[in-house]
């Protein structure tokens, strides 16, 4: 990416900057790579008069209180929202990766407008102190990624040095900013917590003796230590464990049971699964199964007694990742294996094997005698010397939060209005194609189209409230912006964890992730019409029902989803028993991808979304009656977007939604135990934490998922659950899964 501008000596006077345009917006002369439409970004839309509210009790009526925005006032409305896009997704915040300067100018955005509005800081200045444990600061983007082995592995940024982080929340000086309240002391905007472990290699090396002679490998040409490595100095001869399967289909096994078969010994492992002479999966129509995921086979090894881990990608496969050598940034765990872990170049590899297999085998041999069973192969002519350190850093970054403040008995009741502003950065995590990484993610649509329609529902709301009489009762409305939500939602989870009031006075949560392409992806100058999906419609007693007049007289084509689990914030809230509706326009071919810039933004139709999400909101936070929550099926959630493994290649059912993607806690946490399954018959349980499956150990969803794709209808799993921080075991028959749609 070209400079743009050099790096400011202090990110204070970069918002500076901002805010000095009148609007927290960035200057023209960096905003020339915006379509020419936005290029008055930085003016203000002349104001309109606020259209007051007319109020009734929309939970006994069939009429909707507020109605929709007339023409002119939906103009103003699409001129702020593109507005808040175009800056948000400008190259200057660097795509809002977690713990980075591009970020935390996005967190400053958020904050500057929260205080224009006239909101009050959401959380008390405790919540805003930096995490001890996250000296890394800053971070740059990485070169290599694995976007996307079956299970799917996090990643995370390259740290670099920066000055000391600034809680402008707290120390910003109010009163240089015309027209904007001051806080309350002891209060701030940000509620700070430590984001997904950012890798940094501290030692790498690697040789082999072969008879009399001694090769060194070189990083970054032969090899890279990979991130989910353990810390070690090893010396000792080699295995060749194939795909490193414990269990595949047809009775495929790479080791021959679970004993210590790898003692003493490094094990080379492949990537993917067995393949065809063509070199595709013998297990899957398209890509790759469960199987081929990474964590399970380095696991399978460990287990196994090996002393190090090498893997290689083998020769031939059908896979555009086959030439590439990963590295500790885009090959991550949620915990190390314990082990060190390296990754060689199909060179370096095949000289190893040549050098080392008595008969002179190349790794294409070797493959092939894997692809057609599992074995292991003894390399004994030559010595590995492998030396590993990766040290782990987590970064602190923000949730950014504010509150209307609510009146009279409802005064102690929340709606919450949220969406994650975080992105991709430079492709720092969640790339749908390896060639993307290392390029700008503006992430326009995901999620700066949401959090321009929080901006824009905070506004309208502040300006509906004011225009109330005084005594009339109304909820606080908590706007917060997420973060780290790509990596796993783990800036909502956070808040769940650590709210601003008990869970049971949170009446309704609103999310907002990706609301800019309604009508579909933008062909020829036309959209196909693709409707607004709504999620969690069934979370609440008479909820659906409550929402039919505001969907019929919104004009949109609203598709509603019964669900409110789902990979995106709206989940974190629906696990702590708070009804939730998630807005959300769809998946389109510019998702997570450099592509996805505010020029392709609908913003009329993103307005229309956030026209509609306002009105909802306003009448629920004036409402009398609360929404009582009711549990649904994961089946019915929209489908979202976001990080989290999906069930291609299973053929069974179980009968759970994981509660926990990020892997803070070791096992699969139960987030809901679907009705008529398996899970639910046997006595599964909410809460319950799965540690093991049969006889091995479950340590993650990634760990779980292989698992679960390797069994078959009819057989009767031994499940260890911690309840309670109680081992129970359960004993579940799996049953197949269903073909069709559910």
């Known amino acids: 990416m070209p400079v743009l501008f050099s790096e400011p000596s202090d990110r204070a006077s970069v918002f500076a900057l901002l805010v000095g345009a009148g609007v927290a917006l960035l200057p023209a002369a960096l905003l020339s790579t915006t379509p020419a439409h936005a290029q008055g970004v930085g003016q203000t839309p002349e104001a309109t008069s606020v259209a007051v509210p007319t109020k009734s009790d929309a939970s006994a009526s069939s009429t909707v209180g507020t109605p929709p925005a007339a023409a002119a006032e939906l103009a103003v409305h699409v001129e702020r929202l593109r507005t808040h896009v175009t800056t948000l997704a400008n190259p200057f915040f660097e795509g809002r990766f977690p713990g980075t300067r591009g970020q935390r100018l996005a967190a400053d955005y958020l904050e500057w407008n929260f205080r224009t509005i006239g909101l009050q800081p959401a959380f008390d200045a405790a919540s805003a102190q930096v995490p001890a444990a996250g000296p890394v600061e800053e971070a740059r983007?990485?070169?290599?990624?694995?976007?996307?082995?079956?299970?799917?592995?996090t990643t995370a940024p390259t740290p670099a040095t920066s000055a000391p982080r600034v809680i402008v929340g707290e120390l910003i000086d109010t009163s240089a900013h015309s027209g904007m309240p001051r806080v309350e002391r002891g209060r701030t905007?940000?509620?700070?917590?430590?984001?997904?472990?950012?890798?940094?290699?501290?030692?790498?090396?690697?040789?082999?003796?072969?008879?009399?002679?001694?090769?060194?490998?070189?990083?970054?040409?032969?090899?890279?230590?990979?991130?989910?490595?353990?810390?070690?100095?090893?010396?000792?001869?080699?295995?060749?464990?194939?795909?490193?399967?414990a269990s595949g289909n047809d009775g495929y096994a790479s080791f021959p049971d679970e004993s210590r078969s790898l003692e003493g010994k490094i094990a080379i492992i492949l990537r993917f699964e067995p393949m065809n002479e063509a070199g595709s999966s013998r297990w899957a129509a398209q890509g790759w199964s469960f199987l081929a995921a990474l964590e399970p086979k380095i696991s399978a090894a460990v287990r196994r007694g090996a002393r190090a881990v090498i893997l290689v990608n083998p020769p031939g496969a059908n896979d555009e990742r086959v030439g590439r050598l990963e590295d500790v940034s885009s090959v991550t765990a949620r915990q190390d294996a314990g082990v060190p872990v390296v990754m060689l170049s199909i060179d370096a590899a095949d000289a190893l094997v040549r050098a080392a297999d008595p008969q002179g085998r190349s790794l294409l041999d070797l493959r092939r005698l894997a692809d057609e069973k599992g074995e292991l192969i003894d390399l004994p002519n030559a010595t590995v010397a492998l030396s590993t350190r990766v040290?782990?850093?987590?970064?602190?970054?923000?949730?950014?939060?504010?509150?209307?403040?609510?009146?009279?008995?409802l005064k102690d009741r929340y709606i919450v209005i949220g969406a994650h502003y975080d992105h991709l950065g430079f492709g720092q995590v969640g790339v749908r194609f390896p060639?993307?990484?290392?390029?700008?993610?503006?992430?326009?649509?995901?999620?700066?189209?949401?959090?321009?329609?929080?901006?824009?529902?905070?506004?309208?709301?502040?300006?509906?409230y004011a225009a109330l009489p005084p005594d009339q009762p109304r909820r606080s409305v908590l706007f917060i912006g997420f973060c780290a939500?790509?990596?796993?939602?783990?800036?909502?989870?956070?808040?769940?964890?650590?709210?601003?009031?008990?869970?049971?006075?949170h009446d309704l949560m609103i999310n907002l992730d990706m609301i800019g392409y309604l009508g579909g992806e933008l062909k020829d100058g036309e959209r196909p019409g693709r409707p607004l999906e709504v999620g969690g419609v069934g979370t609440a007693q008479g909820l659906a029902e409550w929402l039919d007049p505001y969907f019929t007289s919104s004009g949109?084509?609203?598709?509603?989803?019964?669900?409110?689990?789902?990979?995106?914030?709206?989940?974190?809230?629906?696990?702590?028993?708070?009804?939730?509706?998630?807005?959300?326009?769809?998946?389109?071919?510019?998702?997570?991808?450099?592509?996805?810039?505010?020029?392709?933004?609908?913003?009329?139709?993103?307005?229309?979304?956030?026209?509609?999400?306002?009105?909802?909101?306003?009448?629920?936070?004036?409402?009398?009656?609360?929404?009582?929550?009711?549990?649904?099926?994961?089946?019915?959630?929209?489908?979202?977007?976001?990080?989290?493994?999906?069930?291609?290649?299973?053929?069974?059912?179980?009968?759970?939604?994981?509660?926990?993607?990020?892997?803070?806690?070791?096992?699969?946490?139960?987030?809901?135990?679907?009705?008529?399954?398996?899970?639910?018959?046997?006595?599964?349980?909410?809460?319950?934490?799965?540690?093991?499956?049969?006889?091995?150990?479950?340590?993650?969803?990634?760990?779980?998922?292989?698992?679960?794709?390797?069994?078959?209808?009819?057989?009767?799993?031994?499940?260890?659950?911690?309840?309670?921080?109680?081992?129970?075991?359960?004993?579940?028959?799996?049953?197949a899964r269903a073909t069709g749609p559910r």
Not at 485 to 505: C, F, H, K, Q, V
Request: hydrophobic fraction near 40%.
């Open 485 to 505: 939500e790509e990596s796993g939602l783990n800036g909502s989870r956070y808040y769940t964890r650590n709210p601003i009031a008990p869970a049971d006075r």
């Open 141 to 153: 983007p990485p070169r290599g990624e694995n976007a996307g082995d079956a299970a799917g592995a």
């Open 391 to 409: 040290d782990r850093l987590r970064a602190p970054t923000d949730n950014v939060g504010a509150v209307l403040p609510g009146v009279g008995d």
């Open 189 to 245: 905007f940000r509620q700070t917590f430590l984001a997904p472990p950012t890798n940094v290699v501290a030692e790498q090396k690697a040789s082999y003796r072969a008879g009399e002679r001694t090769v060194s490998l070189e990083p970054g040409r032969d090899f890279n230590v990979l991130g989910l490595s353990g810390a070690g100095e090893v010396e000792a001869p080699l295995a060749f464990a194939g795909y490193a399967i």
């Open 435 to 464: 060639t993307d990484r290392g390029q700008l993610h503006p992430g326009a649509d995901d999620n700066a189209s949401g959090t321009s329609g929080m901006l824009l529902i905070a506004r309208r709301l502040a300006e509906a």
């Open 556 to 735: 949109l084509k609203i598709t509603p989803r019964q669900g409110g689990s789902g990979p995106s914030d709206h989940a974190s809230f629906y696990a702590a028993n708070i009804p939730v509706l998630f807005f959300f326009t769809g998946l389109h071919p510019n998702y997570h991808r450099p592509a996805d810039v505010a020029s392709l933004i609908n913003f009329e139709g993103a307005a229309q979304v956030a026209d509609l999400a306002f009105r909802v909101a306003f009448d629920a936070a004036t409402r009398t009656e609360p929404f009582v929550f009711t549990s649904t099926n994961a089946a019915g959630a929209a489908q979202a977007p976001g990080a989290g493994p999906g069930m291609r290649g299973t053929r069974v059912r179980f009968g759970i939604a994981p509660g926990d993607y990020s892997g803070d806690e070791k096992g699969v946490l139960v987030g809901e135990v679907l009705p008529e399954t398996p899970a639910a018959r046997a006595g599964i349980r909410k809460d319950d934490l799965i540690t093991r499956w049969n006889d091995t150990p479950v340590t993650s969803v990634e760990d779980w998922m292989p698992l679960l794709a390797a069994a078959s209808p009819g057989d009767v799993v031994k499940v260890t659950v911690l309840r309670d921080k109680q081992p129970m075991v359960i004993d579940v028959k799996l049953e």
